[in-house]
């Protein structure tokens, strides 16, 4: 069975008609109530972790699935450089992307991860002024501190990520008893 395909942006619209649709199919295939909730996490979660780390979303949405078994897929477009390639990478079980499983799969990969452009950072220096009114070890850019990824691994059976130029596949894979 599969879901209706729900549209994401960036202004959360959406989001939580992917949540009340993967309630619906953890509904319709008899899930109890904490099995559901363990579902709707996985989609939260892996709607957070692609948008904490593509920033701009424009994603489609939907669940798959065969008796006990689910899989939530995303699918979005995104400006590719190293970094965020690197963090969706190692969001997967396997850590590597599952395009580049054959040959010319991994070649093509060796090729878009060579030409993925490096993230150009500016460091500018804080005037004195300034730094006595920052608390220490307070930076003024927030890294991503890898929640959403965290709760998804422990949650989720399989996590794959599948990138091919900007476009970025995510499947996460839950199995019931």
């Known amino acids: 069975m599969k879901s209706d395909v729900i549209k994401i942006d960036n202004h ?19 899930l109890n109530a904490k099995e559901t909730l363990q579902l709707q996490i996985c989609a939260e979660e892996m709607l957070s972790l692609a948008r904490s780390v593509t920033g701009e979303m424009a994603a489609s949405f939907w669940a798959e699935s065969e008796g006990r078994s689910f899989e939530l897929h995303m699918t979005t477009k995104t400006i590719m450089d190293l970094e965020k390639r690197y963090q969706l990478l190692s969001s997967a079980t396997s850590k590597k992307n599952e395009l580049a499983n054959s ?11 060579a030409m993925s452009a ?20 307070q930076a003024f850019e927030e890294e991503w501190d890898r929640y959403e990824q965290s709760i998804l691994r422990r949650v989720a059976d399989n996590i794959k990520i599948s990138i091919r130029g900007g476009e970025v596949d ?3 894979s ?3 008893a």
């Open 12 to 30: 959360s619209n959406g989001f939580e008609d992917a949540i009340k649709e993967t309630e619906k199919t953890a509904q319709y295939r008899g």
């Open 170 to 172: 995510m499947t996460v």
């Open 103 to 113: 040959f010319l799969g991994k070649l093509r990969d060796v090729f878009e991860e």
């Open 174 to 176: 839950k199995q019931f």
């Open 118 to 137: 490096d993230v150009e950072r500016v460091y500018y220096e804080t005037p004195t002024f300034l730094a006595y009114d920052v608390p220490k070890g």
